[in-house]
């Protein structure tokens, strides 16, 4: 690909259909135009609950890994928030109560394969944060107003001003010492990862009837 933009533009550009297809799903729609109910919203909670298990795990391998340890950032860490809400959500015995999706296993499973190479693990890293701090900010407010939920899951106020972050953030993409293979492959492993999501999300929508508000 063309050298004169930084890579992480063109890893924006390349996930660009991707990331349209994951926000223009069934299910993610319904959430955005208030149609869910609380426990529709949970379903959601449940998956990530998975799925960050997964990514916080390998972040934990990663953290002194000399090219994927910059990428670790304590501030992003989903897992305190979430587990939290899950509590207020789904009542003390949560965690008997919760089973992955078919599509959030699948999706583990790959983290769990790829995330011991920098590139593979910077690509889903980037897909979820990057994701969460901003269209999962506009899902923050629809859960506050809508149903009163204090979603501890989007907030990164810790981690201070969102614009300033994501330009910490490219910042480390771009000067990552990956060679242009690697990037190529960062680059395919996140379409990978917003597929999954795509996936998972399809995989709610098929109990949508039941997550809707009365
Ligand atoms: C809930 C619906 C969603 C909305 C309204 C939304 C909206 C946005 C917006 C406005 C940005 C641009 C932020 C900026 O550049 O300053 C963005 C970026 C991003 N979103 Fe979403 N998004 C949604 C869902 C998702 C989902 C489901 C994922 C992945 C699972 C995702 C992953 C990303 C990523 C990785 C970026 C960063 C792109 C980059 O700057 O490199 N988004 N989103």
Known sequence: MSEEIPFSQELRLATREGHDRAQESAYIVALLAGDLSQAGYAALAVQHYFIYDALESAATAMREDPVAGPFVIDALRRMPGLVDDLEALLGPDWRARIRPAAATAEYVDRVAAVSGESTRFVAHQYTR?????????????????????????????????????????????DSAPWSAAQRADLISEAQVAFELNTAVFEELAEDLDRYLVA
Do not use: C, M, S, W
């Open 129 to 173: 944060y990057l994701g969460d701090i901003a269209g999962g900010q506009v899902i923050r407010n629809r859960l506050r107003t809508q149903h009163g939920i204090r979603a501890r899951f989007y907030d990164f106020d810790e981690l201070g001003p969102a614009p300033v972050f994501r330009d910490k953030y490219r910042a480390l993409l």
